[in-house]
């Protein structure tokens, strides 16, 4: 059996791997990063938020990832019962140094990210399947295999950015299915879909169906990613394939059927199960979990890649203290997954809430009174919570949502005209 060792292995070659394992190297450390498959490969989750670009920068990439993108300017929101579409400009949002973002075929972009990790020193190994993994106080050990055989690698700290195969939580008994999302997906991409022009040249758009919502994502070269997630009601009794599956819901929606009706699938449908959950801790002995490896959440605001991408970056600090002071690295692991819970909770709250008659009331009725609405587009351009400026404007909505929901259980429907926006909800993957 073959045998390596390494300051730092990073299980995992996507945003938060690649991520971590650049800005580690960068520092002069031995990073062993694996990659079960081999890029380019298929990965759901294209559309990026305004955000990423600060951390592409601090890559030095933004001008390769806008070269194989489609410019993001903003998003829509389309209501399947009324047909009613409403537009978000990411220009509106208080943080003005960001005012739009890409879209982005993910095995381009995976590959870029693979690339950096390689240029700065990291040593990248594709076609290599983590299989077991033994940590224990000042001992660390992961069984991998390629195609020559197995591997034993012993690193002084292991980084699993594994995605949703959640390599250490799911070995370790700590993954939790998180049962206020309980979502599937299924997904394809399609040429010949109807692309928004003019002034929404670029936007993702959101259709919100009656158990659940699309998202079209378009894509250089005239493609459009498009993708259903619903509760589990939407998929109970079905039958055949995912193909199946997907070709019926789009039938049944009458907005996203309308731009699809000259559309050829051009891929394989893939299908999802038990789409949001999250592990007990972010870290154990010897091992640090990061991205989708630690909590993944719905979609539906583009979280995905930003935040898996900005773990990757706090994993620096951690992973530093923690191979020289193992009891300073757990107290800094412990901060940086509060911060993570934190981030994925100012989306989660909306995500919870979608299909909630109040919330799609408001959202598809927005002013901009108080600055709620910019207020809410720099939250979900990816702006943390930040200064009292971006905050009032979000807890101000949130108060509006609670009355109006209060209101339509008493069976009365609030004058919403009077109200100040729902959320400039933009991005959606």
Same mark, same amino acid.
């Given at each position: 059996?073959?045998? !390596?060792?390494?300051?730092?292995?990073?299980?995992?070659?996507?945003?938060?791997?690649?991520?971590?394992?650049?800005?580690?190297?960068?520092?002069?450390?031995?990073? !062993?990063? !694996?990659?079960?498959?081999?890029?380019?490969?298929?990965?759901?989750?294209?559309?990026?938020?305004?955000?990423?670009?600060?951390?592409?920068?601090?890559?030095?990439?933004?001008?390769?990832?806008?070269?194989?993108?489609?410019?993001?300017?903003?998003? *829509?929101?389309?209501?399947?019962?009324?047909?009613? *579409?409403?537009?978000?400009?990411?220009?509106?949002?208080?943080?003005?140094?960001?005012?739009?973002?890409?879209?982005?075929?993910?095995?381009?972009?995976?590959?870029?990210?693979?690339?950096?990790?390689?240029?700065?020193?990291?040593?990248?190994?594709?076609?290599?399947?983590?299989?077991?993994?033994?940590?224990?106080?000042?001992?660390?050990?992961?069984?991998?295999?390629?195609? *020559?055989? *197995?591997?034993?690698?012993?690193?002084?700290?292991?980084?699993?950015?594994?995605?949703?195969?959640?390599?250490?939580?799911?070995?370790?008994?700590?993954?939790?299915?998180?049962?206020?999302?309980?979502?599937?997906?299924?997904?394809?991409?399609?040429?010949?879909?109807?692309?928004?022009?003019?002034?929404?040249?670029?936007?993702?758009?959101?259709?919100?169906?009656?158990?659940?919502?699309?998202?079209?994502?378009?894509?250089?070269?005239?493609?459009?990613?498009?993708?259903?997630?619903?509760?589990?009601?939407?998929?109970?009794?079905?039958?055949?394939?995912?193909?199946?599956?997907?070709?019926?819901?789009?039938?049944?929606?009458?907005?996203?059927?309308?731009?699809?009706?000259?559309?050829? /699938?051009?891929?394989?449908?893939?299908?999802?199960?038990?789409?949001?959950?999250?592990?007990?801790?972010?870290?154990?002995?010897?091992?640090?979990?990061?991205?989708?490896?630690?909590?993944? !959440?719905?979609?539906?605001?583009?979280?995905?890649?930003?935040?898996?991408?900005?773990?990757?970056?706090?994993?620096?600090?951690?992973?530093?203290?923690?191979?020289?002071?193992?009891?300073?690295?757990?107290?800094?692991?412990?901060?940086?997954?509060?911060?993570?819970?934190?981030?994925?909770?100012?989306?989660?709250?909306?995500?919870?809430?979608?299909?909630?008659?109040?919330? /799609?009331?408001?959202?598809?009725?927005?002013?901009?009174?108080?600055?709620?609405?910019?207020?809410?587009?720099? @939250? @979900?351009?990816?702006?943390?919570?930040?200064?009292?400026?971006?905050?009032?404007?979000?807890?101000?909505?949130?108060?509006?949502?609670?009355?109006?929901?209060?209101?339509? /259980?008493?069976?009365?429907?609030?004058?919403?005209?009077?109200?100040?926006?729902?959320?400039?909800?933009?991005?959606?993957?």
């Amino acid at each position: 059996m073959r045998e !390596l060792a390494c300051d730092f292995l990073v299980i995992g070659a996507g945003p938060a791997g690649c991520t971590a394992a650049a800005l580690l190297a960068e520092r002069g450390h031995d990073v !062993l990063l !694996l990659e079960k498959d081999r890029h380019p490969r298929f990965h759901i989750g294209e559309s990026l938020l305004p955000l990423n670009t600060a951390i592409f920068d601090r890559l030095g990439i933004r001008d390769r990832v806008a070269a194989i993108g489609t410019h993001k300017p903003g998003a *829509e929101f389309v209501a399947d019962n009324t047909g009613k *579409e409403v537009q978000f400009s990411f220009a509106n949002a208080l943080d003005k140094r960001f005012p739009s973002s890409w879209q982005v075929r993910r095995a381009d972009f995976d590959q870029i990210l693979f690339e950096t990790a390689k240029a700065k020193g990291a040593r990248a190994i594709e076609g290599t399947r983590a299989l077991d993994m033994r940590a224990g106080p000042g001992r660390h050990e992961v069984t991998a295999v390629d195609s *020559e055989g *197995e591997i034993t690698i012993r690193p002084r700290l292991v980084i699993d950015a594994s995605g949703r195969d959640t390599f250490a939580a799911g070995k370790l008994g700590l993954k939790q299915a998180n049962k206020r999302n309980n979502t599937a997906a299924v997904y394809a991409h399609y040429t010949g879909a109807e692309f928004r022009t003019g002034d929404r040249e670029g936007y993702i758009s959101i259709h919100l169906a009656e158990d659940g919502w699309f998202w079209l994502i378009p894509l250089p070269d005239g493609v459009m990613s498009v993708g259903f997630v619903g509760n589990p009601e939407a998929f109970k009794g079905r039958q055949g394939s995912p193909a199946d599956l997907l070709a019926a819901r789009i039938a049944a929606s009458p907005t996203v059927s309308a731009r699809m009706r000259h559309a050829t /699938r051009v891929s394989d449908v893939t299908g999802t199960g038990n789409y949001s959950y999250y592990a007990k801790t972010n870290a154990v002995e010897g091992c640090l979990m990061i991205g989708d490896a630690f909590a993944f !959440l719905d979609p539906m605001f583009s979280s995905g890649v930003l935040l898996a991408m900005s773990s990757g970056e706090k994993a620096v600090a951690v992973a530093e203290a923690w191979v020289k002071d193992a009891a300073r690295g757990r107290a800094l692991a412990a901060r940086m997954e509060r911060e993570m819970r934190h981030a994925m909770g100012r989306f989660a709250w909306l995500v919870y809430r979608i299909n909630t008659p109040a919330l /799609r009331l408001l959202f598809m009725a927005p002013r901009n009174a108080l600055r709620m609405r910019d207020g809410l587009v720099s @939250l @979900l351009a990816g702006t943390p919570r930040g200064t009292w400026g971006q905050l009032v404007p979000v807890l101000v909505f949130k108060s509006i949502y609670y009355l109006t929901a209060g209101l339509l /259980r008493l069976g009365i429907h609030p004058p919403v005209a009077a109200y100040p926006p729902p959320a400039e909800m933009i991005a959606a993957e």
